[in-house]
């Protein structure tokens, strides 16, 4: 297996940063696509613990599109052969102010790379 091969983590890079302007922006369409639609997609939310593409999608769906803006502070990507990726940011909400994490892992599904694990968390403020 190779780790970081580079065409692999271009790719998964590219993804991730259109998840990142589809969140921002509240594309909801877009995140539902970059998602695996299956039953045992899982998502951890800084406020909820969502089962299932249905779930996910649901949340999305019934979310406010305010307060979404945040600057990344740290990310980390990596890839694992040609079809399996894991991305960690710390960032900071913007509206709030708040520092949080998120890790998501990715597999590479009939050439599409989707979220199949996803956990957001807010950091204790020091």
Not at 4 to 10: E, Y
Not at 79 to 100: F, M, P, Q, R, W
Request: charged share 25%.
């Amino acid at each position: 297996m190779i780790i970081d091969q580079t065409n692999t983590l271009q790719e998964l890079t590219l993804v991730f940063a259109e998840y990142e302007q589809a969140l921002v922006n509240n594309d909801v369409e877009t995140l539902d696509r970059l998602f695996w639609n299956d039953p045992r997609t899982i998502r951890y939310g800084a406020g909820e613990n969502l089962y299932g593409y249905a779930e996910i999608q649901e949340f999305r769906n019934s979310r406010s599109p305010k307060g979404l803006n945040r600057t990344i502070k740290r990310q980390s990507i990596t890839t694992y052969g040609d079809s399996l990726g894991c991305t960690h940011i710390e960032y900071v909400n913007l509206s709030s102010g708040k520092a949080g994490r998120q890790t998501q892992t990715w597999i590479k599904k009939d050439n599409r790379w989707l979220v199949v694990s996803a956990h957001v968390s807010w950091l204790e403020q020091m």
